[in-house]
Structures are given as structure tokens and as C-alpha cells.
């Protein structure tokens, strides 16, 4: 018995060790060479790209088809992004960036979900325990 509970003790402590090491990671690393106009912009951002960026979701057909039931055409639209100083119009992108990539971090947390729960299931199987799913 004594045996046993240092057993699942030490699955505990591997599980509780792997759970601490997976969060300890972030979602996003990367590393390369930046331009220097990046670097001496007010943000990091250029206008030119932002306003790029934005006009690539706006030229969507779904998009579109909202802002026209909107009643906003394409002048409209790009007067009001003219209006728009540059750390707006870079939130904005940004936003849109987000938007488009549909929250990278859910599918690896899933996935690392299923990963300790099979191996809980394994780990129990062999100790000769029963696995019983109602």
C-alpha cells in the first residue's frame, strides 16, 4: 500500500512538473534582422503598412458586404482612416491581425490537454488499474 501512494506520488509531482513546464513557455518567440525604419519609428510600426493591412481585410468580400449594409462606402471609409493617427491605425492592424489568426494558443493548449491525458491513461494501465468512462 505504502508502495502505491509513493507510486501515484510520483505521477503527481511529473504531471504537476509538466503542467508548470508547458505554461512556463510563450506562445509566440521570434527572432530575425529588422529593418532600421522599424527600429527609428515612433512604435515600430509604418503607417503605410498599417493602412495596407487594413485595407486588405476591408477589400474581403464579407467585409465589404457588412460595411455596405452599413451604409458605408469606400471614400467614407478611407476619410475615416485618414483621421486616424498613426498608434490608432496600428492598434487597429494589430487588432485585425489578431482577428484573422483565430487565437493561436488554443489549439496547443488542447493539444497538450490530450497529450497528459493520455498519459495518465497509460501510466494507470500499467500500474493495473481500470479505466472506466460512463
Known amino acids: 500500500m505504502k508502495r502505491e501512494k ?4 510520483l505521477i503527481g509531482s511529473y504531471l504537476a ?3 508548470m513546464l508547458l505554461g512556463s513557455f510563450p506562445g509566440e518567440v521570434f527572432a530575425g534582422m529588422v529593418p532600421s525604419h522599424v527600429i527609428y519609428s515612433r ?3 509604418d503607417r503605410g503598412d498599417d493602412l495596407e493591412q487594413i485595407r486588405q481585410v476591408l477589400e474581403t468580400r464579407l467585409v465589404s458586404e457588412r460595411m455596405a449594409d452599413l451604409g458605408l462606402n469606400r471614400t467614407e471609409i478611407d476619410t475615416r ?4 493617427d498613426d498608434d490608432a491605425l496600428h492598434e487597429v492592424a494589430t487588432d485585425l491581425k489578431l482577428l484573422q489568426k483565430g487565437s493561436d494558443g ?3 493548449t488542447v493539444i497538450a490537454l490530450l497529450v497528459i491525458a493520455i498519459l495518465v491513461v497509460v501510466l494507470l494501465q ?5 479505466v472506466i468512462i460512463e
Request: charged residues 15%.
Open 43 to 45: 512604435n515600430g510600426s
Open 6 to 9: 509513493m507510486y501515484f506520488r
Open 17 to 19: 512538473l509538466c503542467l
Open 126 to 130: 500499467l500500474s493495473g488499474r481500470k
Open 106 to 108: 488554443v489549439l496547443g
Open 81 to 84: 482612416l485618414a483621421l486616424l
